[in-house]
C-alpha cells in the first residue's frame, strides 16, 4: 500500500481523505446553536473571561446581542476591542484563557463556548461585508508599519481610524504573518486570513508594500527620517539550531517552514511527508507539525519533548489534540544524532534527561527512533538586522507599558518585544495599544490652540 512506503513521498492519501483531514476544526455555530450556547451565559457584571481576554473583549455584552438576535452588534462589540477577532475566535487558546475563566467551567459544566459565538458574531458581519468604521478627518501624519501580521495589522487599522496615513512593509508575498504562515490549516481554512486583510484594509488610508525586508531593503533610521512614527511588528524571523550531528541531512526540516509550505498548498496531496515522523519539541508549532504529518499520512508521529508533561508550553487541549489524532508525546528524550542511511535519515538518536538541582541534564542512557523525517520545532529567534542601537532584552525588543521603544518615535508590538505571550491575540492588543500610543504622541505634540480670554 502506497502510504506505507518508506522514504518522504507525497500523495500517501486519496483526494477525499485530504479534503477530510483538513476540513475546519471547530465549524461555525448555526443560529440554533448559536442561541442555546448564548443562553448559557450568566452575564457576569464582574466577568471574569473579560478580564482573561488579552484584548478586554467586552464578552458578556457581545454574548448578550447574540442571543437577542443582534449578531452585527456582536460583532462590532468584538471588534472595537479586537480588528482581528474572526481570527482569534479561531485560534486562541480559549480554554486557558476566556474560556478557562468563565464561571461555568466547574467540574460539573463545561465553560461558555466563548471563541464559537466571537466566530459566529464576526463571520455574520464578514460574510455580509458590514463595516463599523470610517476613518477620521486626515491628520497629515505619516506612520510606517514594519511587519503584516496581527500586531502590524491591528496597529495599521486603528492608525488609520484615527486618520493618519499608514504604510506597511513586509518581507513576504502576503499580509497576514503567522496567521497566513504559521496557523495550522485546519484553525483557518477558505483562505481567511486573507479575507480577513482585505476587511481590514477596507478602512483605507494603508497602503501595503511586500518584498520590502527592513535590514535589506532598508534600515530602521531610513524610517525614522522618512515616517513621523515607526511601529515594529516583525515577529521572529529566525529559528534555533539544534546543533547535533546530522541536522543538515535531507529530512530534517524546520516544522515552521513545513507547516508554510501546507498553508500555501493549493493541493495538500503535493506535499511529500515521511511515513515515520519525528517532530523536535513542546510547544504549539510542535503539536501542529506532528498533527499535520499525522494528517498528511504519516503513519507513525512521535514528539520528543526534553522536559516532562508539564513543562510543555503546548496546552493540556493542543495535546489533547495530537494524542486524538495519533500522534505519540514522549517526554524526557533530547536529541543527540540524527542517523542516516544511503544519505537520508534513517532514525534519531535520543538521550534520556532529568532534572538535577533545577538543571536538565543527561542521563547518559541512550535510545534509538526510527525516522524517515525530522521536523525541529525548538522555538524561534528574533533577528535584530537593520535595528541599530534599539535596546533589547533578552533577545527581545525593549518597551515599556505603551509599546514605546528606547528611540524617539518607534513603538514595537508583538513576538518581537520582550515579555509578551506570544500569541495571536496578544500581538491584536499590543498594535492596538501601540496605536493610540502613538496617536496620544501626535495630539500631544500638536500646536495648541489659542487661548481664549
Ligand atoms: C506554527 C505556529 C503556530 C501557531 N499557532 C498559534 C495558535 O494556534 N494560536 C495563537 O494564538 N498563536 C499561535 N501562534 C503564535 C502566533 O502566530 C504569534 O504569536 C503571532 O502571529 C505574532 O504576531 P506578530 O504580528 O508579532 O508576528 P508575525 O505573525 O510573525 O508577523 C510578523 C510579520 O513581519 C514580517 N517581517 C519579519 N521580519 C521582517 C523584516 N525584517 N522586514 C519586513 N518584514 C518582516 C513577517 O513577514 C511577518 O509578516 C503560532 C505560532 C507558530 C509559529
Ligand atoms: S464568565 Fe462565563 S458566564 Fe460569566 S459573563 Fe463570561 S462567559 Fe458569561
Known amino acids: ?151 502590524g495589522l491591528a496597529a495599521a487599522h486603528r492608525l488609520a481610524v484615527k486618520g493618519h496615513t499608514v504604510t506597511i512593509y513586509d518581507g513576504r508575498e502576503k499580509s497576514g504573518g503567522l496567521n497566513e504562515y504559521g496557523i495550522a490549516t485546519y484553525k483557518t481554512v477558505d483562505d481567511f486570513a486573507q479575507k480577513e486583510v482585505d476587511y481590514i484594509m477596507s478602512i483605507g488610508g494603508i497602503d501595503v508594500r511586500h518584498g520590502a525586508l527592513l535590514g535589506r531593503d532598508f534600515s530602521l533610521s531610513d524610517l525614522q527620517a522618512q515616517y513621523d512614527a515607526v511601529f515594529l511588528g516583525i515577529g521572529l524571523a529566525g529559528v534555533n539550531a ?21 498553508r500555501q498548498a493549493e493541493d495538500k496531496s503535493d506535499i511529500a511527508i515521511g511515513r515515520r515522523v519525528v517532530v523536535l519539541g513542546g510547544g504549539m508549532t510542535a503539536i501542529d507539525a506532528a498533527v499535520q504529518a499525522k494528517l498528511l499520512g504519516a503513519e507513525e508521529v512521535t514528539i520528543c519533548y526534553r ?33 542516516s542511511q544511503d544519505g ?64 524617539d518615535r518607534v513603538w514595537a508590538g508583538g513576538d518581537c518585544v520582550f515579555g509578551g505571550e506570544d500569541l495571536t491575540v496578544s500581538a491584536v492588543a499590543h498594535g492596538r495599544d501601540a496605536a493610540e500610543s502613538i496617536h496620544r504622541t501626535f495630539s500631544a505634540t500638536a500646536a495648541p490652540a489659542v487661548a481664549v480670554a
Open 242 to 262: 539544534l546543533r547535533i550531528e546530522g541536522e543538515n541531512l535531507a529530512g530534517v526540516d524546520d516544522a515552521v517552514d513545513f507547516i508554510a509550505a501546507l
Open 1 to 151: 500500500m502506497e502510504r506505507l512506503e518508506t522514504g518522504i513521498h507525497a500523495g500517501r492519501l486519496s483526494p477525499a481523505e485530504y479534503e477530510a483531514n483538513f476540513s475546519d476544526l471547530h465549524p461555525r455555530l448555526d443560529n440554533h446553536e448559536a442561541l442555546v450556547a448564548a443562553d448559557r451565559c450568566y452575564f457576569c457584571y464582574d466577568a471574569p473571561c473579560m478580564t482573561a481576554c488579552p484584548t478586554s473583549i467586552d464578552i458578556p455584552l457581545f454574548i448578550r446581542q447574540i442571543s437577542t438576535g443582534n449578531p452585527l452588534g456582536s460583532a462590532k462589540t468584538i471588534f472595537d476591542q479586537n480588528i482581528l477577532g474572526g481570527m482569534c475566535a479561531r485560534v486562541c487558546p480559549t480554554e486557558e484563557l476566556c474560556e478557562q475563566a468563565c464561571v461555568r467551567n466547574t467540574a460539573e459544566e463545561r465553560p461558555v463556548e466563548i471563541g464559537r459565538l466571537q466566530r459566529y458574531a464576526t463571520d455574520a458581519a464578514m460574510q455580509a461585508g458590514k463595516q463599523f468604521y470610517v476613518r477620521a478627518e486626515a491628520t497629515g501624519k505619516r506612520v510606517a508599519v514594519v511587519g503584516a501580521g496581527p500586531a
Open 307 to 339: 522536559r516532562g508533561k508539564e513543562h510543555m508550553n503546548a496546552s493540556e487541549y493542543e495535546q489533547d489534540l495530537a494524542s486524538s489524532n495519533g500522534v505519540i508525546i514522549r517526554h524526557w528524550l533530547a536529541p543527540k544524532s540524527i542517523l
Open 344 to 407: 537520508k535519515v534513517a532514525a534519531i538518536e535520543v538521550e534520556y534527561t532529568k532534572i538535577v538541582e533545577g538543571r536538565l541534564v543527561g542521563t547518559g542512557e541512550t535510545g534509538v527512533i526510527a525516522a524517515d523525517q525530522v521536523f525541529k520545532a525548538i522555538g524561534q529567534t528574533f533577528d535584530a538586522a537593520g535595528l541599530g542601537s534599539l535596546r533589547m532584552e533578552s533577545g527581545r525588543i525593549a518597551v515599556d507599558a505603551e509599546g514605546h521603544t528606547s528611540l
